[in-house]
């Protein structure tokens, strides 16, 4: 029986969900200060990733990579450990007795999309913190007087400026970026992973643990890769709505 062991994917839905932002959120902060100063007049235009980033360390340290990261490490480790729960436990749901190790699309693409739907409500508000927060720090075009002292005080002050719809501002496209990505993601990952130890059944079983992990890192590396190009320009508007919207109130 698995049910014992479902909140398994919760525990590990949240690891991994904190292991993401910590070492994807320097990334991601170059990627929106990219994304404002390249794009907004009078803005500082960045050659490259690599400009950016340099430019960042120097004026603020390691720190102004990670600015924004506080909203993201509660928001991205909830979401994700609610999201590998759900999925899991709705694709038992539709599977019922029958269980397969074949996968088998009419069931995760509805578990996955229905998974990505809900945690969408969460990441909502979570992305317009954090994407508020990034474009606070270096070559910023907000005056100091009206930046926000922490990813809280962003929050209670967006909630008291637009009201609750205000802190939910681009949830629409967030709710089809993540029920779209997730099916996507969850899709590649279980079919690359099945294929993946079709070809390996045969290694050693001393290897086993390493070949595990090894299959894991692939099959969610492939599952990312084909998410970013499927859902970049929904990414792209949702953040691009968030940035042009903190500068304009700020003025």
Sequence with gaps: MRDSSGYKEYVAGLLAGVATVGTGHPFDTVKVKMQ?????????TYRNGLHCTARILKAEGIKGLYRGATSSFMGVAF??????????????????????????PQIIIPSAAFGGAMISFILCPSELVKCRMQVQGTDSLIPISSRYAGPLDCAL????????RGIFRGGFTTFLREATGNAVFFTVYEYVRYHMHLQLKSASSDHKNLIDVGVGIVSGGLGGIAVCIFTIWQSCIIHMFHILISVVVSI
Excluded: C, R, W
Aim: glycine share 10%.
């Design 157 to 164: 002050k967006t909630v008291k400026e637009d009201g609750v």
């Design 36 to 44: 404002m100063h390249n794009t907004v007049e009078h803005g500082i």
């Design 79 to 104: 979401e994700s450990s609610l999201l590998f729960g759900m999925y899991s436990q709705m694709k038992q749901s539709l599977q019922g007795n029958v269980q397969s190790a074949v996968p088998q």
